[in-house]
């Protein structure tokens, strides 16, 4: 696993990264970082992404978390005209800008305590902990160009550029894993074929290769996503097959961590049976009832998409009822 640390705490890790025939990088990241500047990350719509929730993280655990590593700038920007600090306080004015914002942290602490101590829901006593707070998550794209144009650039901020940067380190370092139509990009699954099947070894949560089903290993892999970002991805297979019923197990279906597992679309192909009298016609850009199963929309340039990933079928797409729908 490739792993970039950054200022301030900020980890990016590749947890997967994998190239489909046709030359498109799907890639998948574990990443912490403050949860201040996660509003502005989730307006990257091309992302594929779940996180850490304020709700599902017990009180006691947060504060514990933050006593021993409260999320503080990484650039205390002199105030100024405009969104961006071009220079940083030094000396006095520095520390006291620190030691203002952790009186502040002190104050909101023994408050979240109290209001724990009263009975108040961590749904809203731990919203007070949030501008100390850390986000662990996991994110997946084939795009990526327009987040390091915003955010690779001085007037965003430090601790999301930072980010960006770790991101993109991460990146170059690692080798993507070349994968035909019918073979899957998994994250948190280690894997190597079998047999001919389609079958499996996959790396359990002793660290040991047992054999597993295709579709078992992506269930896992999603059960994984979901689970990172409060737990951790050790689970066995029969806790992740549990939470994978979970996610999908309702009509109401949890459905942002299946987007992650995807499979390359297979390149187009006409082929001409039966004397030349019939035609099968596989994702043809003009005919949509040609395109596989997950294939949501082509765009003015031709490419076909599953939700927002480009020539990769995302397996949330397959998935019947993973959105709301009147029609």
């Known amino acids: 696993m490739i792993e970039v640390m950054g200022k301030g705490g900020i980890v990016a890790r590749v947890v997967a990264d994998s190239i489909s025939e046709s030359g498109v990088r799907l890639m998948t990241y574990e990443l912490e970082f403050h949860r201040y500047i996660l509003s502005e990350y989730n307006t990257h719509r091309m992302f594929s992404r779940n996180a850490a929730s304020t709700r599902a993280i017990p009180l006691i655990k947060m504060l514990e978390r933050i006593a021993e590593n409260p999320a503080m700038p990484i650039f205390y920007g002199k105030n100024q005209a405009g969104m961006a600090a071009e220079e940083e306080l030094e000396g006095e004015a520095r520390e006291r800008a ?10 909101c602490t023994e408050g979240v305590k109290e209001l724990n101590e009263i009975g108040l829901h ?13 986000v662990k998550g996991v994110v997946s794209f084939t795009e990526y160009d327009n987040w390091e144009w915003l955010r690779l650039d001085g007037a965003a901020q430090p ?21 035909k139509a019918g073979q899957w990009h998994l994250p948190y699954v280690e894997w190597t074929i079998a047999d001919c099947d389609g079958s499996m070894y996959y790396k359990n949560s002793l660290g040991e290769f047992e054999f597993i089903t295709l579709e078992n290993a992506i269930k896992v892999s999603c059960a994984r996503c979901a689970a990172v970002s409060y737990r951790g991805v050790d689970y066995g297979l029969e806790k992740c097959l549990q939470l994978y019923d979970r996610l999908v197990g309702s009509e109401k279906k949890h459905s942002s961590a299946l987007e992650h597992c995807a499979t390359p679309m297979q390149p187009y192909s006409s082929d001409y049976t039966h004397s030349e009298a019939y035609v099968t016609t596989i994702n043809s850009q003009q005919s949509s009832n040609t395109w596989q199963e997950g294939i949501s929309h082509v765009d003015r340039d ?14 949330r797409k397959t998935i019947k009822g993973e959105n709301y729908s009147n029609g």
């Open 98 to 107: 620190e030691a203002v914002i952790r009186k502040m942290l002190d104050a």
């Open 122 to 134: 961590k749904q809203h006593a731990g919203r007070y902990l949030e501008p100390w707070g850390w």
């Open 159 to 179: 601790e999301i550029a930072e980010l960006a940067r770790c991101m993109r380190e991460a990146r170059d370092q690692s080798v993507p894993q070349l994968l």
């Open 302 to 315: 031709g490419n076909l998409w599953s939700g927002n990933f480009k020539g990769w079928i995302q397996y």
